[in-house]
């Protein structure tokens, strides 16, 4: 059984990771990590804008990109959101029915937390405002809270799979257990004998306490994957979440899986649907980096401008294909609440914009981004780290490369084009399909649903 550890405060465990991180990486690029700037960097407001390569944060604390997932030490109580200036859009989110019942994911989450033992209940459940819904990564070294999956009982499991399955889509669920397993093989693929790099190293942690009227939620992460899931009576938001591996498709126990196809279709899709003068408006003259996404950990309160074209210039076909491919991430929600979630979409649709860095060929290792007042959303094929004939760590059956075993997976989210590592492709060499990040925010201040939450404090609901 996997002791628990007493709790540790999450800017406390944000700076622990961070120095790691910086010992590994060491020379110059330690340098970078640590003081949160990459070479050249001179813009020290968290900002993102059109001036920094590729659309990218150009540094300083906090911002150059996030410098690592984790970095940023935002407390709950500063939470702001993603924003395009600084500035939230206000009145755009309110407390309302959606006429789509929450019972059967509050009856699934009171079923998990009453099957675990006290302590690891109380090691598990947080204030609805705690500093823990920040205190998310995807890396496979970040130190988690919470109830460890690979240390419950097979019976806990199957509760807490339980409330993943009322949570999620059938998608969903299908989703985060498919890159569950291929973290395991990246375990086998390095040679084994990682406790992060399996199936159980995921954690569940509580934020209040499940119910039909009163505000709570829960995270669910590990390596590659970070759901945030808030309820308020029938409305719910599952926001930041994060979703990626590395590799995408692999044959584990037997079983061949392959993530990230929706995904990278519906993003081909519209992009191809664009005529040549809307693409140029839309494809970066950047070259594809390593790691291109702005939005990932540690990034709660980031500063990014709209880039690209919005969608008050498609055709009502390119509207559409928008909108599948929105679908895709949100879709992987429970089907009520993802229905929900796309009308709100859609009623700012002329508002959204659509952005890509690198080439469009089926194979081709691209970012893009989907970005309006009340979506953002990134995909981004990276640099190899962990897997393949470029892999930064060990690989083929644990042949040793000379990088250090503890390296998270996956560089850092957020770091510019051509950050620590050096080259313009960053850490691991040319990006490819076999290394994808995505994310899904609320921006203007309503991730981890903290938007409705102050609404309900405000009005005393």
């Known amino acids: 059984m996997h002791a628990h550890r007493p709790r540790t405060p999450a800017t406390e465990r944000t700076r622990r990771w961070f120095m790691n991180r910086s010992l590994l ?3 110059a690029a330690a340098v970078a990590t640590m003081t949160g700037c990459s070479a050249g960097a001179s813009d020290t407001n968290g900002s993102a804008s059109g001036s920094a390569q590729s659309g990218m944060p150009s540094g300083g604390p906090g911002g150059a990109g996030g410098m690592g997932p984790g970095a940023s030490e935002v407390k709950y109580a500063d939470f702001k959101g993603v924003t395009t200036d600084g500035t939230v859009v206000d009145d755009l989110f309110s407390i309302h029915s959606t006429g789509v019942s929450t019972d059967a994911v509050v009856k699934a989450a009171q079923a998990f937390l009453d099957g675990l033992g006290a302590k690891v209940r109380r090691a598990s459940v947080f204030d609805v405002d705690d500093d823990e819904w920040l205190a998310w990564s995807n890396v496979d070294g970040y130190e988690r809270e919470g109830a460890r999956m690979g240390d419950l009982t097979e019976k806990q499991r199957t ?3 339980a409330l993943l399955g009322k949570a999620l889509s059938a998608d969903g669920l299908t989703q985060t257990r498919n890159i569950m397993k291929l973290n395991a093989f990246l375990g086998d693929y390095n040679g084994g004998g990682r406790e992060t790099l399996t199936e159980g190293h995921y954690y569940f942690t509580f934020m209040g306490t499940p119910s039909t009227t009163k505000p709570w939620g829960f995270q669910y992460e590990g390596h590659h994957v970070a759901i945030n899931y808030f309820v308020l009576g029938d409305q719910v938001v599952m926001s930041p979440t994060f979703m990626g591996s590395e590799p995408t498709s692999a044959t584990y126990n037997g079983e061949k899986i392959t993530l990230f196809k929706p995904e990278t279709k519906a993003g081909l899709a519209l992009l191809r649907s664009l005529t040549s003068a809307q693409r140029k408006k ?12 702005v939005a990932g950990a540690g990034q709660d309160n980031l500063k990014l401008a709209y880039q690209g074209l919005a969608a008050k ?3 009502s076909a390119q509207r559409q294909k928008l909108l599948d491919l929105v679908g895709v991430y949100v879709g992987y929600m429970d089907d009520g609440h993802a229905a929900v979630k796309m009308q709100e979409v859609e009623e700012h649709l002329d508002d959204t914009y659509f952005f890509w860095i ?11 981004r989907v970005h309006s007042p009340v979506v953002l959303i990134e995909y981004d094929a990276q640099s190899p780290l962990a897997y393949g004939e470029n892999a930064q760590m060990g690989g083929g059956g644990g042949a040793p490369s000379g990088r250090p075993s503890g390296m998270p997976s996956g560089q850092p989210t957020g770091t510019p084009s051509g950050g620590p590592g050096g080259g313009g492709m960053g850490m691991g060499g040319t990006p490819t399909q076999q290394h994808i990040h995505t994310i899904i925010r609320t921006p203007n201040g309503n991730d981890y649903g903290v938007d409705l939450l102050k609404l309900h404090l405000e009005t005393d609901h």
């Open 25 to 27: 990486l060491g020379g």
């Open 159 to 161: 509760l807490g799979y």
């Open 282 to 293: 839309v494809i970066s003259a950047d070259e594809k980096g390593g790691t291109d996404m």
């Open 313 to 315: 210039e498609f055709t």
């Open 358 to 368: 690198g080439e469009t060929k089926d194979s081709s290792a691209f970012y893009y």
